[in-house]
């Protein structure tokens, strides 16, 4: 899998904010994608006292969301946890698992965000952006923005505003639980990051793609009925 940009990765805050300006720049926010039939989650963790970044990848049947490969890859963290700069941190690990697939994905699914981000380039756009694939954001929390009370009806979603602009959504993937935050992040349009979020979902509040790469980086790949899902790994 080709590395589309290139760059440093142990730059000071200042270095990193500017280089996430120029970027941004970059990110396409309409679909530019056909039919989707393989889909790529990741999981990021740390190790020895943070030391070690280690990156799992999954790569999933889209829609079925069986498992078709996966990979694991650890990294010298090279920058300090900062909010709104974790894709410095967490991304090389996980480019260096993407380039170890045997089976490559259409599109990316984050676990975190991509436009909902103060300079518009989280942690989907940087990776989306760094393979050319198209990718989404699906957070648990809202990092900045506000949007509109969101009725407890699965599938419902509100847009989220920052100063004027539409910066991603909340999203309703199951009723009666905590909502989502969805947003692009690269070759993708809001409308289609919802509807393919929610296809991801199939009912549960985060969509398989983050539960399976969870599932990967904490133990064997193996078929487990509380997921509800099964393997075919290759």
């Not at 989650?41 to 990848?57: C, K, M, N, Q, S």
């Amino acid at each position: 899998m080709e590395i589309r940009i290139n760059h440093r990765w142990d730059l000071s805050e200042a270095e990193a904010a500017r280089l996430q300006l120029e970027l941004a720049d970059q990110i396409v926010l309409c679909d530019q994608f056909g039919d989707v039939d393989r889909v790529a989650g990741i999981d990021l963790g740390y190790e020895d006292e943070d030391r070690i970044t280690r990156a799992a990848v999954v790569v999933l049947k889209f829609p079925e969301m069986t498992l078709l490969d996966y990979e694991i890859a650890r990294r010298q963290t090279t920058f300090p946890y900062v909010p709104g700069y974790l894709s410095f941190r967490e991304v090389p690990a996980v480019l260096d698992a993407m380039q170890r697939l045997r089976v490559q994905p259409q599109m990316l699914f984050c676990d975190g965000n991509g436009t909902i981000h103060p300079r518009r380039f989280g942690f989907a756009c940087h990776l989306g952006l760094a393979l050319d694939l198209p990718s989404i954001g699906v957070a648990k929390n809202r990092y900045v923005g506000s949007h509109e009370p969101l009725p407890d009806t699965q599938g419902a979603w509100q847009p989220i505003l920052d100063n004027g602009e539409t910066i991603g959504a909340v999203v309703r993937s199951r009723a009666g639980v905590k909502p989502i935050y969805v947003s692009p992040g690269h070759r993708v349009s809001l409308a289609s990051a919802v509807a393919m979020t929610l296809r991801a979902c199939r009912g549960f509040r985060q969509p398989d793609t983050t539960r399976w790469s969870h599932r990967v980086a904490s133990g064997p790949p193996l078929e487990d009925d509380n997921l509800g899902i099964g393997s075919t790994l290759l």
